[in-house]
């Protein structure tokens, strides 16, 4: 069974008053509002060290994104050239793993309140990693 | 089958000098090599409009991570105290994705050369993004 080496287990939900995809922002700095993780408590223990301020990576699953495209207009727009998806952050691409910068803002019980994310309720959660500047920034 | 809604397809393949986890930097920029992206041929589509000189995203699946693990010593180091994965950039994880931020050295037919990758020869590629300096670095 080669592909069961490959299946996401979602660690976690986007909670969030973005609903649809026509009114999310296309990044986190373009106005996405504070949203909550709630993280399965199967896999709580995995929080442990994340505190408030922190700068963070979630990593998402876009489940609203097509799979089967290659190329697309950047940023939906119909006048923009078509490019490879590989060259661009378009939500569609054969595997939808949405990549999100944000800050802590608070830390419950299994959730964790951050911001600004652009993605939409019930986005499923599949990692988080802690910024590490000299890694993600050079 | 909801499962099937999570299964990663891989796009290529990292070829690189690096053949045991034991000799990998933990992070690209200490002393990472130049490496190859195998792309399939099926996905080559997609790296339309990537160029030499561009910093890139890979995604990879860390395909010698352990997925049970939920808190680790940060870099292997048995003397640091435990803590939850998703405040550490362990390859062990629940999804072992890892991040791995690069600038592109040549392109080739269906191949691409980046510099620094400290993953292993034959870590499956799930996906590359263009990084996009106010969504990333903020």
Redesign the interface.
């Known amino acids: 069974m080669e592909?069961t080496?490959?299946?996401?287990?979602?660690?976690g939900v986007v909670r969030s008053s973005l609903v649809s995809r026509e009114s999310c922002p296309k990044?986190?700095?373009e106005g996405a509002p504070e949203a909550w993780l709630e993280i399965d408590p199967a896999?709580a223990?995995?929080?442990?060290?994340?505190s408030v301020g922190?700068?963070?990576?979630i990593?998402t699953?876009l489940?609203e994104g097509r799979?089967d495209v290659?190329?697309v207009h950047p940023r939906g727009n119909p006048d923009a050239p078509?490019?490879?998806?590989?060259?661009?952050?378009s939500p569609d691409?054969?595997?939808p793993?949405g990549?999100h910068?944000v800050t802590v803002t608070a830390i419950g019980e299994g959730t964790i309140g951050v911001r600004p994310l652009e993605a939409l309720d019930h986005t499923?959660v599949?990692?988080?990693?802690?910024v590490?500047h000299?890694?993600?920034?050079?």
Chains 1, 2 share one sequence.
């Open positions: 592909e080496r490959y299946v996401l287990r979602p660690v990044q986190g700095w896999f223990d995995g929080l442990d060290g994340l922190a700068e963070i990576l990593l699953w489940h799979r290659l190329r078509l490019r490879g998806v590989f060259a661009t952050r691409r054969p595997n793993v990549l910068r499923p599949i990692d988080i990693k802690p590490l000299q890694a993600d920034e050079r």
